[in-house]
């Protein structure tokens, strides 16, 4: 049992890595362990690796052992010499004809222990996994994530993945006034840089800062000259009243930000004389507004319908309220692909240690979307499972099936904090429960009932899907 979550994901993803590896698409662990046995004894460094493909180097030395015992004892009763029965080439190196009879022999030997998983031409639909051309989007439930999170058993040198965030987040909060209350035109002057720099910091496509009736919106210029901008161009000229718009140069002045000076970018505007443009700067737009009483409550609901025919992809608005007392109130909103704005950076963003947020409850719904990569093209011209769905998605299963009942995967929130907590945050998300591999998938080919096979293992994870038949899977538990 592993009580941390981290060693349980590291050890749960390197070895369905490592069993990948080794399958070699053959989706047969006595074929896998075969290639793995060879290439260990052949291996010059074996500690090397061991470590490379996250197995024991113990009970590698014992199973090999184990096997050279076997081998002698065989040839004993044979009355030949044990170099006879010894395999020349890997499995991965043999003719698919051999390979056929090899798996013929072992159905022959163990034919009671036939198990089957249906696969209905409805199964995707039913459990709202979606195909994007090449591509599968299985959706996520539970508190909204970043891709951060997911790269923790998602490693993207391995697998090709998109996080995908739709809806509506809202954070309310308040932060101490004082510099606020002295002099609130140099505050926001500020304020808006800092929030300009996160926004290029985090590539957000459309921020826009509201105080009182005064309002920037801030683009990135690529963004805002694009041919699908050109509606939210005229309505925003059409419908407001402009105070001024200006392409602005912001630069990477040093590795630090906010008020801790945390290694995550600075952006400054620059003057238009000043350092020379480089390959390092940003261009962003900014348009300056002026509300009237009606169009402050309604601007965010503009921008947010005007940027989804625009295509925009991400939107950060922060509404600042006047100072009553010692704080003063703000709302954060983040629309279509969104996620909480972490309480490190708003902090960071307001200057102010002395701030307090928390998020509203909104409708967000969140996908992964699944690209088959080059990484995942085994060596095996003809893989036996060709339409398999990608590895990260079966990974995700694995991992989720791992929790048996539960059915969830846990990971470790990346949420930077200022209060010390005796064991770190976690965070549960949940994939659709019919991916779970022993609930019902797998049942035994005599009888119907239901088969308890190993969650991490290529044969009993996989899972191809075809929208035009049933697909049934066949495997010989022996």
Not at 119 to 147: C, D, H, T, W, Y
């Amino acid at each position: 049992m592993y009580h941390s979550t981290d060693q349980f994901n590291e050890i749960v993803t390197e070895t369905f890595a490592s069993r990948c590896f080794f399958d070699f698409g053959s989706y047969s662990e006595p074929l896998a362990a075969a290639n793995l046995l060879h290439d260990f004894r052949n291996a010059s460094n074996k500690s090397q690796f061991c470590w490379k493909h996250s197995v024991n180097a113990t009970r590698m030395k014992h199973v090999s052992g184990s096997a050279r015992s076997i081998r002698c004892r065989v040839a004993e009763k044979l009355n030949i010499r044990s170099q006879v029965l010894e395999a020349n080439d890997p499995p991965y190196r043999l003719p698919a004809a051999k390979i056929l009879i090899l798996r013929l022999l072992q159905v022959w030997l163990f034919h009671d222990t036939l198990v089957e998983n249906v696969i209905g031409k409805n199964f995707a639909k039913k459990n709202k996994i979606q195909r994007i051309g090449e591509s599968l989007a299985v959706e996520l439930k539970g508190q909204p994530i970043r891709r951060e999170h997911l790269e923790q058993v998602l490693d993207p040198d391995k697998y090709s993945f998109d996080l995908i965030t739709e809806g509506n987040i809202s954070q309310n909060g308040t932060f101490g006034t004082s510099s606020f209350r002295s002099n609130p035109n140099e505050f926001m002057g500020k304020l808006e840089i800092r929030f300009t720099s996160y926004i290029l910091d985090k590539k957000i496509e459309l921020g826009y800062i509201q105080h009182s009736s005064g309002l920037k919106v801030v683009v990135p210029v690529q963004v805002w000259e694009a041919a699908s901008s050109s509606q939210l161009q005229e309505n925003l000229y059409s419908g407001y009243e402009i105070l001024s718009s200006m392409r602005v140069r912001y630069q990477e002045v040093a590795n630090k930000r906010g008020i801790h000076e945390r290694s995550c970018g600075l952006f400054q505007p620059v003057e238009p004389d000043g350092d020379p443009e480089s390959e390092a700067d940003r261009m962003v737009f900014v348009i300056s507004i002026r509300l009237t009483s009606k169009q402050q409550k309604k601007f965010k609901a503009f921008i947010d319908s005007n940027a989804t025919q625009s295509r925009i992809q991400s939107i950060v608005g922060l509404r600042v309220n006047e100072p009553a007392g010692e704080r003063a109130g703000f709302t954060l909103f983040s629309s279509i692909e969104c996620t909480k704005i972490a309480n490190q950076d708003l902090k960071d963003m307001f200057a102010s240690l002395d701030l307090r947020s928390n998020i509203q409850p909104g409708k967000v719904t969140q996908k992964v979307v699944f690209h088959h990569c080059d990484t995942e093209v085994d060596d095996t011209a003809h893989p036996l499972v060709a339409q398999d769905t990608p590895r990260g998605l079966r990974l995700l299963s694995v991992l989720a099936s791992e929790r048996r009942r539960d059915n969830f995967i846990r990971l470790s929130s990346v949420e930077e904090t200022d209060v010390p907590r005796p064991t770190p945050q976690e965070i549960d998300i949940n994939i659709p429960r019919a991916l779970s591999i022993n609930n019902g998938r797998w049942r035994m080919k005599s009888g119907g009932g239901m088969a308890f096979v190993p969650a991490n293992s290529i044969p009993s994870s996989c899972l191809p899907l075809d929208e035009g038949e049933d697909i049934v899977l066949f495997a010989c538990c022996a």
